[in-house]
């Protein structure tokens, strides 16, 4: 990387910090600059990433949901063993009024299947409470992959689900887990489902 490569990446990164601490107010200037944002992230520049990680917590809806995948999505090796920001993501999935966040965080926490057991509480919640059917649909991905179901098995469910053949809730999780044999933490699912579904 040269020296002008390198104040280029610093003068977007200082710009995109500025523009943080307001309200976005222009969202098509917004969009251009998460585009070029977005061109460093695919570049995996580590210097990028604590700002990204300030975005998670910010006021505006815009910046939480550009944090959040732009971390999420660029940066793995950042995500393993990072408790705060998977609690963050938690913690937005359960309480973020914006449906956009909630889907981000729902989307990312298919890659916490090291971080917590099965099932991870938040998605379990989001799946059976979320008023938004998109984040449902995450939600219910997120848990399937955790499970490891093949990939056609969740391809396939999250047709069904959005040809409204099929309910995305615990119902259909836990049916899911049993038809296909996976092998989950039995006893630990069964507890919350019966938490969630009392007879």
Partial sequence: MTAEQEAHRQDLLARARAASLKPVADHDAFQALYQELHALAEEHYEPAIPFFEEWVYNVDADWRESGLTLLGWHYLDHLKGNDALFTRMRYLLANDPDSYVRIAAASLLINAKEESDFPDGALLQALEEDPNIHVRR????SLLTHAE????????TMRQVERRE???NS????RII???GLTVPTEEFS????????R
């Fill in 138 to 141: 995450c939600a219910l991905r």
């Fill in 149 to 156: 179901a093949k990939y056609s098995v969740i391809e396939e």
């Fill in 166 to 168: 099929m309910a995305a």
């Fill in 171 to 174: 119902t259909t999780l836990k």
């Fill in 178 to 180: 049993e038809e296909q």
């Fill in 191 to 198: 507890m919350l489902f019966r938490e969630r579904h009392p």
